[in-house]
């Protein structure tokens, strides 16, 4: 029995020698080489990026045309659809009776200094007469009750024949400014009615204005760029239009509305563009494209060098031999790259590749290097 205590107290010890002898082997098997990873160095360039924002194209003048005087349409001078001048005859409404009525009055206004001519001369003969005292004081007074009548009257006539004229010249319709006139709301013999009847809308086209809104905090910003001049190739407004397409010509800031709308804490803005070849149209949609402030020269990174963790963001800087976790705060995306707003320097090497197994102060190998991304080209 001791004999057999003594060889399995053996066997113990010489397991116990043998483990001892292999943990150095395995501690040193249990060392992680080093992660291979790429990396590309942080770019200095220009950045330039947008903010974006819905936008409606809006006439800086707009009329509707309304008859002021009821009649038979009886003339149409101008094709739909074609730019007006300022003063060209539009419609023109029957004209004779208000001619004729302009004649009366005319005739009115004859015969109302006629009257007067009368009164005047009464009046001055019954004061000499009465200077004399050849005359009853009750017969002067009436001759100079009957001058007072007689210029009332004159007085009313006159205002009749501007009431004539006025109807008259109402029922030829004219352009009020130069602009562009619509598909006609009437025809030729159509009757209208003074005041109710839409006969066609006009509006302006060049220049044109653009409006959105903007949040309230944005008020400081684009207030420093109202009434900024503008250069040809000035790209701080840029319109882009319904199909894609960027609208050629430059914009510039004319009014920030007079209030901030209290239920969406937004404010109007209206950006004005010549418009000489009529591309855009009142009622438009686009979309306003605005130079964001923080456009200039920055640091640019691969977009997929990113970590996110805990809602911030985070890359890995190649330091030699060693994987160092840098925060970062970013500025916008552009395609494939984003803007590094602080927190990594240019020329540092960020990785891109094998940031899955990566940890802060790991051991890492820089054997591929790639191209620095195309800073002059990171334009959104």
Do not use: W
Request: charged residues 25%.
């Amino acid at each position: 029995m001791k004999t057999k205590q003594h060889i399995l107290l053996i066997g113990a010890t010489g397991l116990f020698y043998l483990a001892s002898c292999k943990g150095p082997a395995q501690k040193a098997a249990m060392v992680l080489p080093p992660t291979p990873v790429s990396v590309v160095p942080a770019a200095m360039g220009t950045a330039v990026y947008y903010d974006k924002y819905p936008a409606t194209v809006v006439a800086l003048n707009q009329v509707e045309l309304r008859a002021q005087v009821s009649g038979y349409i009886t003339g149409i001078f101008f094709k739909e659809g074609e730019v007006v001048q300022k003063g060209k005859a539009l419609y023109e409404i029957d004209r004779r009776k208000y001619e004729a009525a302009y004649r009366q009055a005319e005739a009115s206004i004859a015969q109302a200094k006629a009257n007067l001519t009368k009164a005047q001369k009464d009046a001055d003969r019954y004061h000499k007469l009465a200077e004399q005292d050849a005359i009853a004081r009750q017969t002067l007074d009436n001759a100079d009750a009957a001058l007072d009548v007689s210029r009332s009257q004159l007085a009313a006539a006159e205002a009749s024949l501007l009431a004539a004229r006025t109807d008259l010249d109402y029922s030829i319709i004219k352009a009020p400014f130069t602009g562009r006139i619509g598909i006609s709301q009437v025809k030729l013999g159509a009757q209208v009615g003074a005041g109710n009847t839409l006969l066609n809308t006009m509006s302006s086209e060049n220049p044109i204005a653009v409006d959105f809104v903007v949040n309230e905090n944005d008020i400081p910003r684009f207030s420093a760029l109202q009434g900024k001049a503008v250069a040809a190739g000035d790209s701080t407004f840029r319109l882009q239009l319904p199909n894609g397409k960027p609208y050629d010509e430059p914009g510039r800031l004319t009014v920030i509305d007079r209030g901030v709308d209290n239920l969406t804490a937004t404010i109007k803005v209206r950006i004005e563009f010549n418009n000489p070849k009529g591309e855009l149209k009142e009622g438009m949609s686009g979309v306003m494209n605005v130079l964001n402030d923080q456009s200039g020269d920055r640091v640019i990174i691969p977009y997929k060098s990113v970590v996110e963790q805990m809602g911030e963001f985070f890359v890995f800087v190649a330091k030699d031999t060693v994987a160092e976790q840098r925060k970062i705060h970013l500025g916008p995306r552009m395609r494939d790259r984003i803007v590094v707003m602080d927190g990594v320097q240019q020329g540092e090497l960020i990785v891109t590749e094998g940031l899955n197994r990566l940890r802060d102060g790991g051991k890492i190998d820089t054997t591929t290097v790639k191209k620095a991304p195309d800073a002059a080209a990171a334009k959104k």
